[in-house]
């Protein structure tokens, strides 16, 4: 078929046609699907069930230096956890603490902190009169929640193929010192899925922000999330990055194992300099006397040593991957050549980001939906839920069975030529009328 | 022996002396105990080691309503920890949240939210000029330490035998619009061990305070951590109180499982009308997608039901009474009737409150640890540390093994009357030179 853009007005009323025909027999089949958020799917969560039998009551539940993790105490978490954590993360073991089961709620309590206590020193944010964050766009959604819910004015930068524009993002933050931070999926990003070039680190690590207390959010999520062991995107440690850069202070990394062990249950933590983890270790004890420990000894038992975590993902990637695959052949199957829509391949993380025509996203979500399958709103890649060309969609095919998948996947290629189809008939009736005249 | 205070100067110059060889031995002893936090001891902890059999590999983790606590979501928590923690709290299913580990993770949240967001609409603490808060005293450390943090002025309302003052709480409640909290722990209360009387609770309920904001942070710490089978405490349930005062919002309940199961690895809840939840959850879904659920079905499957935490907590006690016990028995053999000191004897909790004479609880404190006993530090129990009278000294039996802690008694008995000889010689010396002059 050719591209929609090039078809004559009878051409597309007839396309027009055939595709809701389609859609209506789709949507007869009652479909009850969902592709909106990144969980893990069963099979994925049988991989730790392991985790179950690693520590029983014939065991002691002590940590390699004798502390009894059943009891209070220990901040920053058990030496042999930090060690595990610090090689997935690729961070010396000094330079983490290990939180509960949440990176998200790592990330909030650090904006939190900021904003009543101020970073090392400087003014609390709740003191100032103007405090933003840069947003690379599209992104992740509950990372913009986070500086909205604080009142933080969030600032859209494009991604690019390399990472985000950091032309703009030097500019930015070297300008305006009401700029206080931002974020980041640095790896198989949220939800373009595609990774930060070895320029784009070095141009982060020798960031020159205006103000003293900016800081990177590096939320590496996708740290160890490949779907293919022999094309692997490979990212330049950030903190060693901005220590040789002369910046050691300049990012905050996060990481969990939420999509390692289990979602809810898993092990979240935070890297950074020394001086970054002094100043939040000063809140942090005054929060809590301590994470859970006997999860940090599970984790530890279960996978080992990194070693052990890289061969669990293989099974994660080889579960995962053959839902990437079936998405990325369908769409091109449906949609190749037709010009109306692009989406991303990625070789990790969770999520293929979907760009629509523009002004076509709302209404292929919308299509979606009323066939049966929730996808994630659209615009939720943006800030306010906003997307200027709405022509963004997230796509997690994580969750569904295959089968369900390749259903969903063919329903939003549908949804997205009929979208197409119509909006491009319609400009050419409105062109025909306007000749008229 | 007779009360110090009725001795002469020679009396007690002898005493001194004798008290002092005594101490001297002790010391020589080398002793390194610790009697400083309310820890569980490792017989405790065993109690909790079923827990680790509970869950495996060849059972599901779905809870009743069908969901995978393995994968994300569900903030409130899952509908059986619900019950099981409600009926631990004593409030209905659907008038809690569970959260992670820690009750004074939740408490700090509560503030920290508070603090840059305000309760219900009303102004957020960070834009007020000053905020203040009760502390009853003596009371527990780590409440004062979370409002100081926060800049928050902590206003010291003494404890009486009833519960705290409440002519004065009353008082100052209603005048001062700044005041916008006040820190309990209502039973067997963190030093003093006894719990406020059923009019106390009532008006506490009825409280008319200026601030729309203010809110009693009501930390049930000890609610199931009784001592006795036959001899308990029983504390009117002060969300119930408030919804028949008519003041329905004015309390925020928390406790944990933290001495029930594992320090750290326990459960803790808020519990609070729906009004109040509903604003709390505005926040909490943007800090986190959920807490540890699969922790949460651990515990439902270990303790079964309230009855089988019940029951649980008679073993704590049998292991926890004789500590206990054998404390006050050689406080009142070594310091009974010499008019130098009182103690409380508390029928649950974890700690003996223990008052020297005025002036001396620093020194005591200091003289025990010269010989290898780690108390609490004297003043601990009062905002930034500082005990006007210099006089209270936490005691926590839990952690050590029986022998140890009476050897420990035993020690802080006789560095409690050496202390006091001192004082008292010091004043009958100076008496003297006085009346030569």
Redesign the interface.
Known sequence: MKPYAEMTMEELEGLEKELRAEYKKIQARGLELNMS?G??C?EQ?DL???M??V???E?D?LCEDGT???????LDGIPEALELIGDMMEVQYDHLIIY???S??VM??QI?RS???GVMGNT?W??LDKVKFICIVPGYD?HF??TE??GIENVCVPMLETGPDMDMIEKLVSEDESIKGIWCTPKYSNPTGNSYSDETVRRFARLEPAAKDFRIYWDNAYTIHHLYDHAQDHLIEILAECKRAGNPDLVYKFAST?KVS????GLAALASSLNNLEDIRR?LQ??????????QLRHVRFFGNIHGMVEHMRRHADILRPKFEAVEEILEEELGGLGIARWTKPKGGYFISFDTMDGCAKEVVRKCAKAGVIMTPAGATYPGGHDPHDSNIRIAPSFPPLEDLKTAARLLALATKLAAAQKLLKEKQQEAAGAGN
Chains 1, 2 share one sequence.
């Open positions: 958020r969980k893990p069963t969560l730790s069930m392991g179950m039998d520590l029983s009551s065991m539940l009894d993790c059943r009891n209070y105490g220990v509960g089961n949440s998200l709620n909030y309590d939190s904003y009543s206590h609390p709740c003191k509950r929640r986070i819910y604080f939420s289990f979602p809810g249950s809140q005054v929060q809590t006397i301590g994470h859970d420990k006997v999860n």
